[in-house]
């Protein structure tokens, strides 16, 4: 487990048969310890699939009424190249896409919400410590560590460079609607889902279940993992994505705080965003390298995988 002053300190048998039948049996008046939630890793692993299955079926409740109207002909051989070319090139479809992120950021927190706190029964931002150790000082190091990380991650991107266009780069060029809802999401939505997703539901299971190390290896690596269908043309993002998730994953480890990973994601993304937002106005601004693009749902790349070549 990680110790206050960030050294790791194993569990032994007891420790762990304690603190796992403290985890079974919490009630209402248990003490709140974010490494030892109620939740276990069956019910981490059945979150973490149910909002990847919301990043597919969502955008089908934006797109199907739209690809309707259109007039193609279900029952025609060539409806699912139809269909996946309007939905990879058309203005509107891409945005739609994009807009279905906000549903599926906030039905994942309140199913987050449900298991965590048991409909209301135990705290919510408690459970995943909510706070900072020192106040002002660190919230302002570890923007100065999200801002940091931004930037050595595109050079890194940069450097490796991209094969082809990625998806969120189609994206972002589609219109500037979809433009500025990616930089809106990417600040005030992304951030928190997926940190509730991965350092607090899925790493505070596992560290529990595995060990500290095992966990921030695990996490850093489904984090990354997941992000490989939407940039599998960039070799140089992914290897960025993954820079991100293992800081993002450590600082959790060892702070025993989920609020210092949150702190800095939103640091990195405002970066992006700020870029992607002025781009468009001054042409010395250029756009940003996308060392991670967090906020994209799995559809569009399914899309691509199975209809578009």
């Not at 790791?8 to 310890?33: K, R």
Request: aromatic content about 10%; glycine content about 6%.
């Amino acid at each position: 487990m990680a110790t206050s002053n960030g050294s790791f300190s194993p569990l032994n048998e007891e420790q762990s048969a304690s603190i796992g039948g403290n985890a079974l049996h919490a009630g209402p008046s248990a003490p709140v310890d974010p490494d030892n939630p109620i939740w276990g890793s069956i019910a981490a692993s059945l979150i973490w699939l149910a909002s990847m299955a919301l990043q597919i079926v969502v955008p089908l409740f934006f797109i199907v009424p739209f690809i309707m109207q259109r007039g193609l002909n279900p029952s025609s051989p060539d409806f699912g190249r139809e269909a996946a070319e309007i939905l990879v090139t058309d203005r509107t479809a891409l945005l739609l896409q994009v807009i279905s992120l906000l549903p599926i950021h906030l039905l994942t927190v309140v199913l987050i919400w449900a298991v965590v706190t048991r409909f209301g029964k135990r705290p919510f931002f408690a459970s995943f410590g909510w706070h900072l150790a020192r106040g002002v000082p660190e919230a302002v190091a570890l923007v100065g560590i999200g801002v940091t990380l931004f930037f050595v991650s595109a050079l890194v991107a940069s450097l490796i460079g991209a094969t082809q266009e990625t998806q969120m780069e189609q994206l972002i060029k589609s219109s500037l609607a979809a433009r500025y809802m990616i930089a809106v999401l990417a600040v005030f939505t992304a951030p928190f889902v997926e940190e509730f997703v991965y350092r607090g539901i899925v790493y505070s299971a596992l560290q529990r279940t595995i060990g500290v190390r095992a966990a921030v290896v695990l996490v850093a690596l489904l984090f990354t993992l997941i992000h490989v269908p939407q940039y599998r043309q960039s070799l140089g993002v992914i290897v960025a994505v993954a820079m991100l998730s293992v800081a993002l994953t450590l600082a959790r480890a060892y702070s025993g705080r989920l609020l210092p990973s949150v702190i800095i994601h939103m640091a990195f993304n405002a970066v992006q965003a700020a870029m992607l937002v002025l781009a468009p106005f001054f042409t010395h601004v250029p756009p940003p390298a996308e060392p991670t693009a967090p906020t994209t749902s799995l559809f569009l790349p399914l899309v691509h995988l199975i209809f578009w070549k």
